[in-house]
């Protein structure tokens, strides 16, 4: 089944540890984004990759990092968490980093608490 | 900058009603726009996309429309039933941004029987 998955879906952190929340999918897609789900309002992009090691930031990438070592995968990493970095994480791919026509297919979501 | 904007926020009704859900963009320089189904726990499931030169598109119940002179996009659920519960989203890409979806924040909907 082509599916994007993401580990872990629940996580409660404390300010300072550092985490990491990864993404894979199994569809040989070349671009892969993350996105932050906040209250009213709506999924912004953190950061996204538009092919194995070529990375770029979104609209709002301060305080997270990404790494693309392999196609298949794309780890959030959160040095330092904050409490203002709680909130729904989602990782997202579609098949070609030009195909801005391309469906994008999301992950089930992670969400996290920074107490 | 591209602002996404989708109203209602929330819209109950009984089973079987026709429903009109609306998105507003500001620019109308978009390349596509994307409708979304999310659901608590699975994360979103694209529903629809419309291409800047198509005007609608189709899927079962589902119909969505774009008119991007006007900067709206509407989706069209027939027949509402209580699995149509869920949070619509509607997402833009614009033109020369081609590496991200400008998302609203969402209509919930819940229909009852």
């Known amino acids: 089944e082509a599916q994007v998955t993401q580990n872990p879906r629940y996580l409660i952190t404390v300010t300072g540890k550092k985490l990491t929340v990864t993404c894979s999918q199994n569809m040989n897609h070349e671009y892969m984004s993350w996105y932050r789900q906040d209250p009213g309002l709506g999924l912004r992009q953190i950061y996204y990759?538009?092919?194995?090691?070529?990375?770029d930031k979104g609209d709002v990438p301060e305080g997270y990092k990404v790494s693309r070592k392999e196609k298949r995968n794309f780890p959030l990493i959160l040095e330092s968490p904050s409490p203002n970095q709680t909130s729904l994480y989602f990782c997202?791919?579609?098949?070609?980093?030009?195909?801005?026509?391309?469906?994008?297919?999301f992950g089930p979501g992670t969400r996290l608490t920074v107490l | 900058k591209q602002e996404v904007t989708q109203i209602p926020a929330a819209l109950s009704v009984p089973e079987g009603e026709n429903l009109v859900l609306n998105c507003s963009f500001t620019?109308?320089?978009?390349?596509?726009l994307q409708w979304f189904r999310q659901d608590p726990g699975k994360g979103l499931t694209s529903l629809l996309l419309i291409q800047s030169s198509q005007r609608e598109q189709t899927s079962g119940r589902l119909n969505a429309s774009l008119d991007k002179s006007s900067g709206r996009s509407t989706l069209y659920i027939a027949a509402s039933q209580p699995g149509d519960s869920a949070t619509y989203l509607c997402a833009a890409i614009p033109w020369g941004g081609y590496n991200k979806l400008i998302f609203g924040a969402g209509t919930r909907l819940a229909v009852h029987p």
């Open positions: 990759s538009m092919n194995v090691e070529v990375t």
């Open positions: 620019d109308s320089a978009i390349y596509n």
């Open positions: 997202a791919s579609r098949e070609t980093s030009g195909g801005a026509g391309d469906t994008q297919y």
